[in-house]
């Protein structure tokens, strides 16, 4: 048995960055993936970094135009692309641990205790011994019980469905969330025909009514089919393509796709851990139950990142990584109750990005709120990109002038979200922002006009 006095499990963005701090700072560290295709964590690998390289060649292709078969090329093209890109991202990743000393163990995790982990590698069985011991095993896809799904060739999550060398002339996607949305944009502009299946009524319940309905309308006028109220009932495989049944209110319908992304969100990855050897807790949705330290009920043990059941984002893994080492190397005055406002994007084309309330959420705290309106046609910039489709709204408390939510349905807005962040952290009221000077033309220099649009 070895001894370390810091055991990190899973070579996610919070486990790396703390792993690394606390080798420099002189402790001795080990660092568990079973995974080594998943050097770096899910971001680098099958999330952040590879989805956001298809939806930059996706948006180039659209310009480009072509036959099918063209874009087929060019969508096969971005898949081996992005397959480099991984690669070369895990082995930095790798030596930039190994360079700060951590001791990166290939192998599958299981909590013996509090403060013993058991090690399956490839050769053979390892145990661990810890003073401290942190989880960062991160989440993984949700796959409902819809009758053939688990059978069908055809049928992928998102991990799966990046790396599909063969572009589908027809996609079906299954859930209306974010994820689904972003893989929708994407296909959209490489050229196959996408239908979404959604068993609610609203689109996107949780966003501004007036910017959701801006981002329907968007995505309906490149070709996006919605199938509102709808429950995937099978999935079966036949000739060559997969046949999706659903039940709408008005009856069966039955739909064919080379392809069936299933979007049903994300599961904290907890698999082969076996937590309750060592104590921890979980919360009621299976994910790993901490205090506002990210310190579980074994009180030498903490998580981070999406395996701690908080917003599934990789700053919000990263910002994890800095309040755990204030607990364990400072005064433990970063906590999860004195985090910042944290934004956050959806990566269609136009992107939407979003801080703080909506309308109607700030209306039940505050009452009467001011609201700024600007459509993203308005822009200059937008003009001079060839993207004009897309709406900006801000909520205002009309007492002090502060900003109580953005919006931005536009171009550019992954960008401008975070400038609007700051002045709300910051406390600066709106006409700061109004009356600024921006370089022109550029996105940013909308928060003039927007601001200038400020009505009670």
């Known amino acids: 048995m070895k001894h370390y006095e810091h055991v990190v499990i899973g070579f996610g963005k919070g486990g790396k960055t703390l792993a690394g701090a606390l080798a420099k700072a002189g402790h001795s560290v080990a660092l568990i993936e079973r995974d080594p295709a998943m050097y770096g964590g ?3 690998n099958v999330a952040c970094i590879p989805s956001k390289f298809l939806e930059d060649h996706a948006r180039a292709s659209a310009m480009m135009g072509g036959s099918f078969e063209e874009k087929a ?23 930039k641990a190994a360079e700060a000393g951590v001791e990166v163990i290939d192998g599958e995790a299981r909590f013996l205790d509090d403060r013993h982990v058991a090690v399956a590698t490839a050769g053979g069985e390892l145990q661990l011994e810890a003073e401290k011991i942190y989880v960062n095993t991160g989440a993984l896809p949700v796959m409902p019980a819809i009758a053939g799904a688990q059978e069908s060739r055809y049928t992928f999550t998102s991990e799966g469905m990046m790396e599909l060398e063969s572009l589908p002339r027809r ?7 974010y994820i689904g949305l972003e893989f929708a944009s994407y296909y959209l502009n490489f050229g196959s025909e996408v239908t979404m ?26 070709g996006l089919k919605m199938m509102m109220n709808a429950e995937t009932r099978q999935i079966t495989d036949e000739n060559g393509f997969a046949r999706v049944t659903v039940e709408l209110p008005e009856g069966i319908r039955a739909l064919e796709a080379e392809a069936v992304l ?46 701690a059941g908080g917003l599934q984002f990789t700053y919000i ?23 910042p406002l944290v934004p956050y994007s959806v990566f269609i084309d136009p992107p939407f ?58 171009a550019e807005s992954h960008e401008l979200i975070n400038l609007v962040r700051l002045a709300m952290d910051a406390g600066i009221p709106y006409p700061v922002l109004r009356d600024s000077i921006y370089t022109h033309p550029t996105m940013t220099e909308a928060l003039n006009d927007l601001f200038a649009a400020v009505k009670e």
Do not use: W
């Not at 919360?283 to 579980?296: M, V």
């Not at 994890?320 to 005055?333: E, N």
């Open 42 to 44: 899910t971001c680098i």
């Open 73 to 95: 090329a060019r969508y096969r093209q971005t898949i081996l692309q992005k397959r480099d890109l991984t690669a070369a991202l895990r082995a930095k990743n790798y030596a």
């Open 171 to 177: 996609l079906v996607i299954v859930g209306g969330g």
């Open 197 to 222: 299946i959604q068993n609610g009524g609203e689109f996107l319940p949780r966003e501004d009514a007036e910017v959701a309905a801006a981002v329907r309308k968007s995505l309906e006028a490149r």
């Open 262 to 307: 299933v979007a049903a969100g994300r599961r904290p990855n907890l698999e082969g851990l076996h937590p309750e050897a060592a104590g921890i807790a979980l919360t009621s949705r299976g994910a790993i139950e901490t205090n506002e330290h990210l310190q579980t009920s074994a009180a030498n043990i903490y998580a981070m990142g999406d395996v």
């Open 317 to 339: 893994s990263l910002d994890d990584s800095r309040i755990v080492r204030s607990a364990v190397m400072g005064d433990g005055s970063r906590t999860t109750r004195n985090r």
């Open 353 to 410: 990005s979003r801080v703080g309330l909506t309308e109607e959420e700030a209306k039940k705290q505050y009452g009467k709120v001011a609201v700024a309106r600007l459509e993203a046609a308005a822009i200059p910039k937008a003009k001079v990109l060839g993207r004009t489709d897309g709406l900006l709204k801000a909520v205002i408390d009309p007492a002090t002038g502060k900003l109580l939510g953005a919006h931005f349905f536009c």
